[in-house]
């Protein structure tokens, strides 16, 4: 339990060993479902609860405040790591209402299986007294599910945004203590979770912008006091600007593709642009997510199987595609033995991007002097289209 201001507490819990999210996103360093309790003179509210694994904690943290009747607990996203202890908190604290949006309840119906009964439903906008604070929702679809909404407190100037503005770490400090630990944790976060949502982010960053904050409060990870610190970065992300860089996923086999992304690195950084390399068998997913947040090329290296992309390949092309970076050039290299039908099969797979696919190098086995030739061309065009779009050396 930890105070945000007087009588609004942080009652949620630190998951320090949780090492996987939707059995998909890596979490080096865990993470915290942030619940937060605000203490009216008449009402009592919880914002968000739990991961249901982590009921414990939230209940020790009310028990610690005396706690003995939740009258509301808003419900600001569906997503079970915040709404999966809310009929425990129903059961435990006195039955109170669930206070959320329409589409948040038709999500909570299915996935909880709670009553209509339970539910008293806001509009965008809509107030709720507690006494001396009050509760403002604030509608802000799609960050994370099209349900996703934010609380204000205007009485401590305080917005609640659930997963918008969040990170992934689990941590014993509310309030950043280290810039770049936080800085760092939070574009992770942004890249694997926001990026596919970047030019609707833009639209609630609007929204919310006339509100005065001096706290952004997620539900997860560390509490902002400098509300510019995130907002500031969340600009840098989503604008439209891309960085002279090229991320280089790839995955080889028996070496030629790897022969290639070495020869082609070296010749991407003798021409000034910064090159992000990854090899896809041993990669951290999040790692790659981020060097996409920012850079204007991605170049996509594969060894041909069974006719097609390495399937760590296909995996890295689909995630692409899912997450929708900013990037406006792509490319492939690679290697084949008898055929290869990868390219038509990647570039398939990526009709989501915004992109200009610059002509792909797939060479018949081991790199030789016109393939490398080819290399260097594919890197002189990436240059010279990054200095096309202004951002050169
Ligand atoms: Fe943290 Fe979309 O749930």
């Known amino acids: 339990m930890r105070t ?6 942080a009652v949620g819990a630190i998951d320090w060993d949780r090492r996987l999210f939707d059995e998909l996103i890596p979490l080096p360093n865990g993470t915290s479902y942030n619940a937060y309790l605000v203490r009216g003179s008449e009402k009592t509210a919880l914002i968000d609860t739990v991961d249901p694994e982590q009921w414990s904690d939230l209940a020790a943290n009310l028990d610690r405040l005396d706690v003995k009747t939740i009258d509301y607990v808003v419900a600001q996203h569906g997503e079970q790591d915040h709404s999966g202890s809310i009929a425990r908190v129903r059961e435990d604290y006195g039955g109170g ?17 709670l009553g209509d009964d339970c539910f008293t439903t806001v509009d965008d906008g809509q107030s709720l007294s507690l006494g001396d604070k009050t509760l403002q929702f604030i509608y802000t679809p799609w960050v994370h599910w099209p349900e996703t909404m934010c609380t204000y407190v205007p009485e401590a100037k305080i917005l609640f945004s659930c997963d918008f503005f969040g990170s992934h770490i689990a941590s014993s400090f509310l309030f950043v203590d280290n810039e770049a630990v936080a800085y760092e944790s939070a574009k992770r976060y942004y890249a694997e979770i926001m990026m596919p949502f970047r030019q609707i982010i833009k639209k609630n960053i609007e929204k919310l912008s006339p509100l005065a904050v001096d706290m952004i409060a997620p539900s997860h990870g560390f509490v902002y006091d400098r509300p510019d610190f995130i907002t500031e970065a969340y600009q840098n992300w989503i604008s439209d600007t891309v960085k002279n860089e090229v991320i280089i996923p790839y995955t080889s086999m028996h070496g030629s593709t790897r022969k290639m992304v070495e020869f082609f690195t070296t010749a991407l950084m003798e021409r000034g642009i910064t090159v992000r390399v990854f090899d896809l068998a041993q990669s951290d997913l999040g790692q790659i997510a981020m060097a996409m947040v920012d850079a204007a090329t991605i170049v996509i290296g594969t060894s041909t199987c069974l006719v097609g992309a390495h399937p760590n390949a296909a995996y890295a092309a689909f995630v692409t595609n899912a997450l929708r970076p900013k990037a406006r050039f792509a490319s492939i290299i690679g290697s084949y033995g008898w055929g290869s039908k990868m390219v038509e099969q990647l570039t398939g797979m990526m009709g989501n991007l915004k992109v200009e696919l610059l002509d792909p190098v797939v060479v018949k086995g081991y790199p030789k002097e016109d393939d490398f030739r080819a290399l260097a061309s594919l890197a002189d065009t990436i240059q010279k289209k990054h200095c096309e779009a202004g951002i050169g050396p």
């Open 4 to 9: 945000l201001k007087p009588n609004i507490d």
């Open 97 to 113: 209402q669930v206070v959320t949006n329409p589409k948040c309840k038709g999500m909570l119906m299915d996935l909880l299986c």
